[in-house]
């Protein structure tokens, strides 16, 4: 099945400094890259993803890059503020075959800490 | 997009007993999920839930101990059974609507189970 691979496992950023979230997954196959905020005692929420078809997508603070040649993608946030701070999941969707299509491929996360 | 309630969104249970957590989703959704999370590690697949068949479990986890059910594309219920200290962890459900169509997955609130 399917490999993510996350990078760091923690990161600290002053306010207004950008933070650089990055990913690999194994499967060529895959086609779907999301990006979820967990932050303490809540569920994970999506903040941002990307299609295999795309290259790059913002939104507002908040950008995803993908290079499906090297298999890899990125999450970056920009102007970081306190708020930013929380765990950070990339995934991968694997192909769609077999009975478990359509599930993800969860990395091991990233503490982002904000600092004021 | 949708929203799932899941419930409870705690409890604290005695070894050897067994809780059902129970996800609501408010529109129709062709797959749903569940994962266990343990505090500050990633998500780990349980199993996959489809309607009108057996649940696929992912390595390491079975029917006996984690049964599933799915009477309908709104319901799905995960009995953790015959419980020891070890299945203390956050519970979550997860679901999206089609897997041939690349959509949002999204979270239940999450069930904390502490077992005694």
């Known amino acids: 099945g399917e490999n993510v691979e996350q990078h760091p496992s923690t990161l600290s950023v002053q306010e207004g400094d950008s933070a650089v979230i990055k990913c690999t997954y194994s499967?060529?196959?895959?086609?779907?890259f999301p990006w979820y905020k967990q932050e303490l005692g809540k569920r994970p929420q999506l903040i941002i993803d990307?299609?295999?078809?795309?290259g790059e997508k913002k939104d507002q603070r908040i950008a995803v890059t993908l290079n499906k040649t090297a298999k890899h993608f990125s999450l970056h946030i920009t102007e970081t503020q306190p708020e930013d701070s929380a765990v950070y999941f990339c995934?991968?969707?694997?192909?769609?075959?077999?009975?478990?299509?359509?599930?993800?491929?969860f990395g091991r996360g990233t503490q982002l800490t904000v600092w004021p | 997009s949708a929203v799932i309630s899941q419930k409870p969104s705690r409890d604290i249970c005695q070894r050897g007993t067994s809780l059902t957590i129970q996800c609501q989703v408010d529109?129709?959704?062709?797959?749903m999920f569940w994962y266990r999370q343990q505090p500050g590690q990633s998500l780990t697949l349980i199993a996959t839930?489809?309607?009108?068949?057996?649940?696929?479990?992912e390595s390491g986890f079975v029917i006996d101990k984690f049964p599933i059910s799915r009477p309908n594309l709104t319901f799905s219920t995960l009995t953790v059974s015959n419980m020891s200290p070890e299945d203390s962890s956050i519970y979550l459900c997860s679901a999206h609507q089609n897997p041939g169509v690349v959509t949002e997955a999204f979270f239940g609130q999450g069930t904390r189970l502490t077992v005694v």
């Open positions: 990307i299609r295999s078809n795309v």
């Open positions: 529109s129709q959704v062709t797959m």
């Open positions: 995934a991968g969707r694997g192909p769609n075959r077999g009975s478990t299509l359509g599930r993800l491929y």
């Open positions: 839930a489809n309607q009108g068949s057996e649940a696929t479990y």
């Open positions: 499967d060529s196959a895959s086609n779907y």
